[in-house]
């Protein structure tokens, strides 16, 4: 019984929990990942994906109430898809809390979804966050409740010419400054004894900061650096990204209705894709 999930544990939300933002919490995130952003680098405006900040504590607490703890482990960190109402601002004031969904098993393991809701002091919803994790090499042998909806890339935008392609790069310590300003310990990030231990070639950069160099990448190519202008954002974790890698993103305009334009995007380092199935809704 102890190798099943529980699924008394879906649809049940976490304590809410409170976050008051600074403006230098929002000026650390953005020095941590490069980000060049005028607003973002002087604290006016979050980066999108700071957006994890707050709802840090409710992330993993749904996943302990449905998975087993023999296989915690066994959990990765599968996909992130961010839904915008408003960017986050210094001052606010803000309320987060999350619960799984649903779960999906598979032979290769078991997919599941954890909802996340962040509000601000007057009960105005700011975001809604769905992380799939996935559980490695554990099939449930069943499908419960939901998942986070498909984004998944479309072959065909190949055939067309991308309309942005970005180069950046990973500092060799960026993961020793994007953990304290993202308030992620994971020693994977931090320790490389830790992270040979658990089979990596060393320190892996957080697949979120990674998300955050996509996103600022995005916005100033697509949107003039206008961050009020990203409705959704989402992408599927591929392969982790090493300390001193430099990686490409490339964007195709993938579809366009009034007021909203939708691309699909994909990162490389090198010839290795790592992040893929991105999707970006940008307003007008």
């Known amino acids: 019984m102890s190798e099943r999930f529980n699924p008394k544990g879906l649809d049940v939300w976490t304590e809410e929990v409170q976050h008051e933002v600074t403006r230098e919490a929002l000026v650390d995130y953005a020095k941590a990942t490069n980000d060049p952003i005028a607003a973002h680098r002087a604290g006016e405006v979050a980066p999108p994906v700071y957006a994890i900040v707050p709802v840090f504590q409710s992330l993993l607490e749904p996943a ?3 998975v087993p703890l023999s296989v915690i482990g066994k959990v990765l960190h599968g996909e992130q898809d961010f839904v915008f109402h408003r960017p986050i601002r210094p ?3 803000l309320v987060a809390k999350g619960k799984m969904t649903g779960w999906r098993g598979g032979r290769n393991g078991t997919a599941a979804c954890v909802y996340l809701e962040t509000r601000d002091s007057n009960g105005e919803l700011v975001n809604e966050q769905r992380v799939t994790f996935f559980v490695r090499g554990f099939d449930t042998g069943d499908s419960r409740g939901e998942l986070a909806p498909e ?3 479309d072959e065909s935008l190949r055939q067309s010419a991308p309309v942005a392609t970005v180069a950046q790069h990973i500092d060799d310590d960026q993961p020793l400054r994007y953990g304290p300003a993202a308030g992620d310990p994971m020693p994977i990030h931090l320790d490389e004894d830790v992270a040979k231990d658990a089979g990596l070639p ?3 950069a957080h697949g979120l900061c990674t998300m955050a160099f ?3 990448a995005l916005l100033t190519e697509l949107a003039e650096s206008d961050v009020h202008r990203l409705r959704r954002l989402a992408v599927r974790f591929a392969k982790p990204v090493l300390p001193g ?4 993103t490339t964007v195709w305009r993938k579809t366009g209705t009034t007021g ?3 691309y699909a995007f994909e990162t490389k ?3 290795d894709v790592v992040v893929k199935d991105g999707l970006a809704e940008i307003r007008e």
């Open 260 to 262: 909203v334009t939708t």
């Open 245 to 248: 890698q430099d990686i490409t």
């Open 214 to 216: 996509t996103s600022w």
């Open 151 to 153: 984004h998944r890339f």
């Open 202 to 204: 060393g320190i892996i």
């Open 269 to 271: 380092a090198g010839d």
């Open 91 to 93: 001052d606010d004031k």
């Open 64 to 66: 302990l109430e449905v």
